[in-house]
């Protein structure tokens, strides 16, 4: 792995900087300032450039320790016979190279210290923060707090998350958490069969992704109710993405734009074509992939995998399923009773979306003329027989809804899943965003302002 990043390195520098006797690129300019003029202490000069570089690579300020080893890189390049320029090159490539740059080096405890959990500093709290909700290195409001001390304080640590998810670089939210809680990683590399879903381009597989983002979005920036995930009376749309709602009267050209629904079976992720054709094949719909999706990332439950040795639907259609209807075939698996209790809760939820096919469709027959039947249970929930009842159902379980996506929200934060004495934790937080009804940018603050991410566990 360190010769992979070294590589990268190497192909930076080279993109960066200036042939040998060429003007400096405006690059080069940025990291290491104009030529330093004749007669100068070069020495001096690299000292200056390595605490500009790593105070913006390491996210802190560098300590003397760690400039030294950078100037000595620097020393070696010209004890080498390399000119000024191409020693701070080779700096530059120490520091690109370095943990501090990697990662968010943490802080060590006092030496003596039998502490096992510390707080962060205000460094690594802005970077934290930073590379939470933008993607991002601290900006200079976060640098500067940080520096004076100021960040960890309660009140200005929520005053900074607000700034940020009121930012545009907040986008980056839901290319991070959004589409890892959501499972869309790879929805626009999915393939489709071309001869059934001959419409389905990279152009709207990129849209059904902006679709969700704009969606996530708008739910964050207006601090809405975190069941709006699933039970909402608008979405955003273009041309092509309309045509698959049916709205294609209404809406043209490529721009997205907030659309109000008309269909109430519509509005909310589960009847968005990115996560209903996530849990599709590419040639047809998959009820149980759905009902998967639908317990885990919507309600927090844990569904085991199916056993090793039960055969794909595919394969159940040459061993006698032909002339069957998907929920006839799935219905099949129910025989084995290894399988009959995890597809009793799957299936029907899955079923329950079976009016929309495999691209989010609308349809009220399967491909075979069958009326589609989208009865079920929720399990300890109530019975169903459209989208918009199911909806209804999972509206009504607003605690579970947001705790799982707190949970969620909090795991990703941290950077690693919670463990049982986290629940505490959680539990408090519950409290707080129940109080405030639930609401999206409450639940990112209380979870940001949390014990669990200001502080970290100490590796002994």
């Known amino acids: 792995q360190s010769e992979q990043f070294l590589d990268i390195a190497n192909k930076v520098l080279d ?12 690059i080069q300019k940025a990291l290491f300032g104009e030529p330093p003029p004749e007669g100068a202490d070069l020495r001096e000069e690299a000292f200056r450039v390595a605490r500009t570089l790593a105070r913006n690579a390491y996210r802190r300020p560098p300590s003397d320790p760690e400039l030294e080893v950078l100037v000595g890189i620097y020393d070696l ?8 320029t191409a020693a701070l090159g080779l700096m530059l490539k120490a520091v690109l190279v370095s943990p501090q740059f990697l990662f968010i080096t943490p802080a060590e405890p006092p030496l ?15 970077a934290r923060l930073s590379y939470l909700l933008w993607s991002a290195p601290p900006d200079a409001e976060l640098s500067i707090l940080a520096g004076t001390g100021q960040l960890g304080q309660p009140e200005v640590l929520r005053t900074q998350v607000e700034r940020l998810l009121m930012h545009d670089r907040s986008r980056a939210l839901f290319d991070g958490f959004g589409v890892q809680w959501l499972r869309l990683a790879g929805l626009e590399r999915q393939p489709f069969d071309p001869d059934l879903f001959p419409q389905v381009t990279p ?12 969606f996530f979005d708008s739910i964050v920036r207006e601090n809405q109710n975190m069941v709006r995930f699933v039970d909402s009376d608008y979405t955003f749309l273009n041309e092509s993405l309309a045509k698959l709602y049916g709205h294609e009267p209404s809406v043209s050209g490529p721009a997205m734009r907030r659309v109000k629904l008309q269909n109430p079976n519509r509005g909310g992720i589960l009847g968005m074509p990115a996560t209903l054709a996530t849990t599709s094949f590419p040639n047809r719909t998959s009820p149980v992939r759905r009902g998967v999706w639908v317990l885990e990332q919507i309600l927090g439950e844990r569904v085991p995998p ?3 040795d039960v055969p794909e639907l595919a394969d159940q259609d040459r061993e006698g399923g032909e002339g069957l209807s998907l929920r006839q075939r799935t219905q099949r698996h129910q025989a084995d009773p290894t399988c009959a209790n995890c597809h009793q809760l799957l299936d029907p ?23 589609i039947d989208s009865a079920g249970n929720l399990p300890n929930g109530g019975p169903f027989s459209t989208p918009e009842e199911l909806k209804a159902l999972l509206a009504q379980r607003e605690h579970a809804l947001a705790r ?14 919670l463990e049982g004495y986290d629940e505490v934790v959680i539990d408090e937080l519950m409290v707080r965003i129940a109080d405030d009804r ?13 014990y669990l991410f200001t502080h970290r566990k100490v590796t002994l």
């Open 15 to 26: 993109q960066i900087m200036a042939p040998a006797g060429a003007p400096p690129t405006a």
């Open 77 to 84: 390049g010209r004890n080498h016979q390399l000119k000024h």
């Open 112 to 126: 003596g210290s039998e502490a096992t959990v510390i707080r962060l500093d205000d460094h690594q709290l802005a």
């Open 203 to 214: 152009e709207l597989l990129a849209s059904m992704m902006d679709e969700v983002r704009l």
């Open 306 to 308: 199916p056993p090793p």
């Open 349 to 371: 939820i899955g079923f329950g979306l079976e009016n929309f096919d495999a691209i989010g469709r609308w349809r009220d027959q399967n491909e075979v003329g069958v009326p």
């Open 404 to 417: 799982n996506l707190t949970e969620r929200f909090m795991a990703y934060a941290i950077g690693r899943q």
């Open 438 to 450: 639930y609401r999206m940018r409450t639940m990112i603050t209380e979870v940001i302002t949390s």
